[in-house]
């Protein structure tokens, strides 16, 4: 999806539909499946499937793999999801989107950002500045 997605129009889209906050309540608490979210949300699966993708694409929820030893592997989902702020000023609005992120991912693009770095020091023959 392209950055436009944090449009704040976007965000309230996906946030104004009570199936999505529902989901993203109830996966706050801890990862639930989609069978769980189907009860939460009292709607069809294909329906809480429809949702969870939409929250997955804005990167609001995360897909965390399970195993059951009578079922086997199934996916599970929790929020990420921080805090929405809405600023109203200067005759238009802002959104601001805080996403939780734990440590395994704030270290991948720590390493991503030094990787960046380091090919934007090389010149065009790929030697470094």
């Known amino acids: 999806m392209t950055e436009n997605r944090w449009d704040p129009d976007n965000i309230i889209e996906v946030l104004a539909s009570s ?10 608490v801890r990862p639930v499946s989609a069978e769980e979210l189907e ?30 030893p009578e079922k086997g592997q199934y996916r599970r989902f929790r929020t990420d999801l ?19 992120r734990d440590t395994v991912d704030r270290f991948s693009d720590v390493i991503e950002d030094l990787s960046k770095g380091a090919q ?5 023959t790929g030697q470094n500045r």
């Open 19 to 28: 199936e999505s906050r529902n989901i993203l309540s109830a996966a706050s």
């Open 39 to 68: 009860q939460v949300c009292d709607v069809s699966l294909p329906t809480v499937y429809r949702r969870i993708n939409v929250l997955l694409e804005y990167d609001l929820l995360s897909e965390v793999q399970a195993v059951d």
């Open 82 to 100: 921080k805090e929405v702020s809405i600023v109203v000023e200067d005759g238009g609005f802002d959104i601001e989107i805080r996403l939780r």
């Open 120 to 124: 934007d020091d090389r010149d065009e």
